[in-house]
């Protein structure tokens, strides 16, 4: 109990310097928006293994046709979650870019794009500053907490059973 008390605080701790120390610039507020602007249609293939998305990537590079597992769209900026396909999103139609996530990897091609209507910013403003402080604040997070699990030093002692005399 008492260290996941400990945890919970540090966790609070760090989310309140986090909040204070990051910035929205105007000019990633304007990009975003233009975002608004196109809505997009991706098709994406994944894979757990390195060489396998090596030659996935090298055939449609050569403009043979792969077989993708998804294809997701048309969707806008706004809809997606900040992330892998943010990543890819402002790609020319027939781009593609290998991310890896999460212990696998994705072949994402943008397929399409459509034009879009978006609100006026102005009215739109402040919600997009809050989605930018957002992203930056959990990449951050994410950041920190990858830094400290790679400094941490973790030791399992093991108990004997009981009865048993530890050596």
Known sequence: ??????????????????EEGVFVTEPEIQHYYQQLGVKATFQIAKTTDKAAMDQLLEK??????????????????????????MAVFPLPVGE???IQEGGGYYLV???????ASPPPLA?????????????????????????I???????????????????
């Open 1 to 18: 109990f008492w260290e996941q008390t400990l945890i919970k605080a540090l966790m609070e701790e760090m989310t309140s310097e986090l």
């Open 60 to 85: 449609v590079r050569k403009g043979e046709s792969i077989p993708w597992e998804q294809k997701l769209g048309p969707v806008a900026y706004d809809d997606l979650p900040m992330g892998m396909l």
């Open 96 to 98: 593609s870019r290998v």
């Open 109 to 115: 091609q943008v397929s399409a794009k459509e034009p």
């Open 123 to 147: 009215e739109i403003r402040e919600e997009i500053r809050s989605q930018i402080k957002q992203a930056k604040q959990r990449m951050a997070f994410e950041h920190w907490l990858k830094e």
């Open 149 to 167: 699990r790679g400094k941490a030093k973790i030791e399992i002692e093991l108990q004997p059973p009981p009865g048993k005399v530890s050596p």
